[in-house]
């Protein structure tokens, strides 16, 4: 737990956003005045009360998938061995993710720790953003009709193949980091 909570407010990221928060508050009290601020930290905890609901959840699916999931069945699938197939799966499966990043990334991070190579991993994640069929059909179809989102879904289609492809290319010329399990579980 300690070394987690080194890990974390020892970051160079976290103390460079703190200190940039901390900055960026003093200016906006220096220009705007208290409520400025009053109003903004007011808006803040509502999005760090949703969050702070969510992502741990979310976080929870994440370690249930990854001891529930065979490591043989990811490995086959999404494995380095699984080849042009693998690639194909996992764009099918981030284009029919639901959810946003916390639901994403999670599950990339459980499927990595499980087996699943970065290509797929990487096809996986770009059909999310690209090609996800939630938001096509939610948001992008009621709001602007279904012209342009066809367009764009068709013209993107070949770019998590072509983007597991690459990834497949720079993890021959890059050695991928070691896959670490989180502590206390098997994978």
Same mark, same amino acid.
């Given at each position: 737990?300690?070394?987690?909570?080194?890990?974390?407010?020892?970051?160079?990221a976290f103390i460079v956003a703190v200190l940039a928060a901390i900055g960026l508050g003093?200016?906006?009290?220096?220009?705007?005045?208290?409520? /400025?601020?009053?109003?903004?930290?007011? &808006?803040?905890?509502?999005?760090?009360?949703?969050?702070?609901?969510?992502?741990?959840?979310?976080?929870?699916?994440?370690?249930?998938?990854?001891?529930?999931? !065979?490591?043989?069945?990811?490995?086959?699938?999404?494995?380095?061995?699984?080849?042009?197939?693998?690639?194909?799966?996992?764009?099918?499966?981030?284009?029919?993710? !639901?959810?946003? !990043?916390?639901?994403?990334?999670?599950?990339?991070? &459980?499927?990595?720790?499980?087996?699943?190579?970065?290509?797929?991993?990487?096809?996986?994640?770009?059909?999310?953003?690209?090609?996800?069929?939630?938001?096509?059909?939610?948001?992008?179809? !009621?709001?602007?009709?279904?012209?342009?989102?066809?367009?764009?879904?068709? /013209? #993107?289609?070949?770019? %998590?193949?072509?983007?597991?492809?690459?990834?497949?290319?720079?993890?021959?010329?890059?050695? %991928?980091?070691?896959?670490?399990?989180?502590?206390?579980?098997? #994978?």
């Amino acid at each position: 737990m300690k070394a987690a909570a080194r890990r974390i407010f020892g970051d160079t990221a976290f103390i460079v956003a703190v200190l940039a928060a901390i900055g960026l508050g003093t200016l906006v009290y220096i220009r705007l005045g208290g409520a /400025a601020v009053w109003t903004a930290l007011r &808006a803040d905890m509502r999005l760090f009360i949703e969050i702070g609901i969510l992502v741990p959840a979310v976080l929870l699916l994440s370690a249930f998938v990854q001891v529930m999931m !065979p490591k043989s069945l990811i490995e086959r699938w999404l494995g380095a061995s699984s080849g042009f197939t693998g690639i194909v799966v996992a764009t099918l499966a981030g284009a029919l993710t !639901p959810g946003g !990043p916390f639901m994403a990334f999670p599950l990339v991070h &459980a499927l990595y720790v499980a087996g699943a190579d970065w290509a797929p991993l990487i096809a996986y994640t770009t059909a999310w953003l690209l090609l996800s069929v939630m938001r096509t059909l939610l948001y992008e179809i !009621p709001l602007i009709g279904v012209e342009l989102p066809t367009v764009r879904f068709v /013209a #993107c289609l070949v770019l %998590p193949a072509v983007a597991g492809l690459s990834a497949r290319y720079i993890a021959r010329l890059y050695r %991928p980091p070691p896959r670490k399990p989180e502590s206390g579980g098997e #994978c």
